[in-house]
């Protein structure tokens, strides 16, 4: 009767929904009847009674299961904060969401809406908090005050406070015996002091302001505020100060962060002007992460080498159907023997810890380690690339060589890493031309450790639009994009949507310093200007040179650029075997013989070459408009000679209808695209043509 009354003297009543959090020991029931289970019943009845048969009540069954890395299942999944939510969720007529870290048990008419179908982002538009929200609830603690205020997260999701983050968890929930794979989003606090949540201050000024009620029972209290006026009354307060419902004070995250984790100092200088071999042998032993210490490094080393823009995004922003990842390091990873012998150390190689593994410190059972013990096979004396970018998990990787040695029962394993919000950063360097619309060149630095994935192309790249970026006679505007591999698109694109319209092609540049011919992966549209271009100029430079219609070769950023609601068609040069050969696309291909050793330098050098060619004739290339009717009287022109220009005469000018560009004319009649320009040339000279730019 006590607890009844106070419910209703802090405006609790029939109809309500109700969401609470609830400690019995508070209000001075033993803990040990309060674990017993014999106490909820009791607080059950006095909260049912105040609500009546319409209303509804929610409590926490929160498990963090995915958090932990453990299975959910909504019908066993043990509760992880409290008895009475563990009891609460196993009475006849509770119902439980299937959030499988922060899930609610309620009972009453609206439990199986609110729970329905939920958006799978714990704090995110439409989550259960939202939908509280919207159906007017009310949160009513009882034993707590409001510092226990689990949906002012939703708030602080929705207006973007600067001590939380998106990050993903993926898992297994368990339904009727069937275990399916999910990922949730959850709005995460950055892992520094000042971030911890207190609500005092905005429970004191709510209560000045007769927002949050308050009535003692037992030894403790029940504390009750509206969802809706406490929102507003806390978004004032956010809105004033970001930091208001934390300990605060206010700070840099990011430098907080760096100062919990350490930051690892990997400055080099390439020399001024360096070449694509200086800047490969500079730069490719850095631990280029997608975010990370080491790929910050190279992203600065290589903004001094060309004038350049260096674009930071986030951990955790939103990137069309993306989400930027934390950053990652790796102090330092080792597997021992029980007597202390050093068998693998990440010191000599970065590859030997798998991209964004979870730590892990500890003796470990031989079977356990080769679950996360990862190696190539077919080339069994290298290191090879792995990654769990999303998926937390944790892993070493050595060689096949190595593995064979590892006979003893337990070794002891070290995997010194870390997570924190960070800044994914991408590299922009604009040569600019007397038109707006742009080609793109493209080419990711996130892989660590290696040379030809994609260290070859960045440093092609960089050397590419160093040269334009001398020129002033350019008719279009050239990018480069130097970033993390595919998500780093996703970011620079989502946040350049009023550029798109302006690209007009792009070329992806990767592998380039292999032994083999080139190859070029057409995109999307492979009849577009880009695609036709760069076909003709490549069998130019290289007779042995082939080409693969789009997604049949490595897949790399071309795919976004391509992608739906983008579509800028996109090639992909690279020097790769066929697919279905062996050792393709090469035999050192994401593993740690992928390395200056195994580069052909000169290689990287002539598809330098044939990348200013490709935008050399993106630049010649017009529209010939003939200012003549019939058949040439080839006699009657000085410039023109039948015994030297057979071929062209007989075969150009009957492809001159106005819409055919100078490289649609070579590609047609295989010539190449400087003798077509030259002939065409001496056709103006007499003025028996003219020229119009073409659309890109």
């Known amino acids: 009767p006590m607890l009844a009354e106070a419910l209703s003297t802090v405006g609790i009543g029939e109809g309500d929904i109700v969401f609470s959090h609830l400690a019995p020991p508070a209000l001075g029931f033993t803990r040990e009847l309060a674990e017993e289970g014999s106490v909820a019943p009791t607080i059950l009845k006095a909260i049912l009674d105040v609500i009546g048969p319409t209303g509804t009540f929610l409590t926490p069954a929160f498990t963090y299961s995915f958090c932990s890395r453990q299975d959910f299942d909504p019908a066993r999944t043990p509760c992880q904060v409290g008895a009475f939510g563990e009891w609460f969720r196993q009475q006849e007529g509770v119902l439980r969401s299937e959030d499988p870290i922060f899930s609610v048990a309620g009972m009453g008419p609206a439990a199986g809406e609110l729970f329905h179908n939920l958006p799978k982002d714990c704090f995110g538009p439409g989550c259960l908090y939202d939908r509280l929200l919207a159906r007017g609830a009310k949160v009513c603690n009882i034993g707590l005050d409001l510092f226990y205020f689990t949906p002012i997260h939703h708030l602080e999701r929705i207006i973007g406070v600067p001590y939380r983050y998106d990050k993903l968890f993926s898992g297994h929930i368990r339904r009727n015996g069937q275990r399916e794979k999910e990922t949730w989003i959850y709005s995460v606090r950055a892992n520094i002091p000042n971030s911890c949540p207190d609500l005092t201050t905005a429970q004191r000024e709510g209560q000045k302001k007769g927002l949050v009620q308050k009535a003692d029972v037992g030894k403790g209290s029940v504390w009750s505020v509206g969802l809706k006026p406490m929102f507003d009354h806390c978004r004032q307060l956010l809105n004033n100060d970001p930091w208001a419902l934390t300990v605060g004070p206010a700070c840099d995250v990011l430098s907080e962060e760096r100062a919990r984790t350490g930051y690892a100092d990997h400055g080099v200088r390439l020399p001024n002007n360096a070449t694509c071999e200086e800047m490969v042998r500079g730069l490719w032993r850095f631990p280029r992460d997608l975010v990370s210490d080491g790929y910050d490094a190279a992203i600065e080393a290589l903004s001094e080498q060309v004038d350049m823009t260096v674009h930071a995004i986030p951990t955790g922003t939103q990137a069309f159907t993306w989400i930027i990842p934390e950053r990652w390091g790796c102090r330092k990873a080792t597997l021992q023997r029980l007597d202390g012998e050093v068998l693998i150390d990440s010191s000599n190689h970065p590859l030997h810890c798998m991209s964004y593994s979870l730590p892990f410190s500890g003796e470990i059972s031989r079977d356990e380690l080769f679950r996360h013990l990862h190696t190539n096979p077919n080339v069994p004396d290298a290191l090879p690339f792995m990654f769990k970018y999303y998926d937390r998990d944790w892993g070493i990787c050595c060689t096949e060589e190595q593995k064979s040695t590892l006979t003893d029962d337990t070794y002891l394993l070290n995997i010194d890493s870390h997570f924190s919000y960070g800044e994914m950063k991408i590299g922009e360097a604009v040569a600019t031309g007397r038109h707006k619309e742009s080609i793109v060149l493209c080419a990711h630095l996130c892989h660590p450790g290696m040379v030809n994935d994609d260290l070859a192309g960045v440093a092609v790249g960089v050397a590419v639009i160093r040269e334009l970026q001398k020129r002033d006679d350019l008719r279009y505007t050239y990018r480069l994009l130097l970033l993390p591999e595919t998500v780093g698109s996703a970011g620079w694109l989502s946040r350049h949507k009023d550029i798109i319209p302006t690209l007009k092609g792009g070329i992806f540049l990767e592998m380039l310093a292999t032994k083999y011919p080139h190859a070029l992966q057409h995109s999307n549209t492979p009849s577009s200007r880009i695609d036709t271009v760069s076909k003709m100029v490549m ?158």
């Open 539 to 696: 069998r130019q430079h290289d007779a042995d040179s082939w080409a693969s219609p789009f997604m049949t070769l490595p897949l790399n950023d071309e795919r976004m650029f391509n992608s739906t609601g983008i579509n800028v068609p996109m090639v992909s040069l690279m020097r790769v075997l066929p697919r279905g050969v062996q050792d393709t696309p090469y035999r050192e291909y994401h593993t740690s013989l992928d390395d200056p050793d195994h580069a052909d330098f000169e290689n990287l050098e002539k598809s330098k070459a044939l990348v200013l060619d490709i935008i050399e004739t993106l630049e010649a290339d017009m529209i010939p408009i003939p200012l003549y009717q019939g058949e040439l009287f080839v006699s009657r022109y000085s410039s023109l000679d039948y015994s030297s220009m057979f071929k062209l005469i007989m075969t150009i000018p009957y492809k001159l209808d106005g819409k055919r560009t100078i490289s649609d004319i070579a590609l047609e009649c295989g010539f190449e695209f400087h003798e077509v320009k030259d002939f065409l040339d001496k056709l103006q000279s007499e003025g028996l043509l003219t020229y119009e730019e073409p659309a890109l």
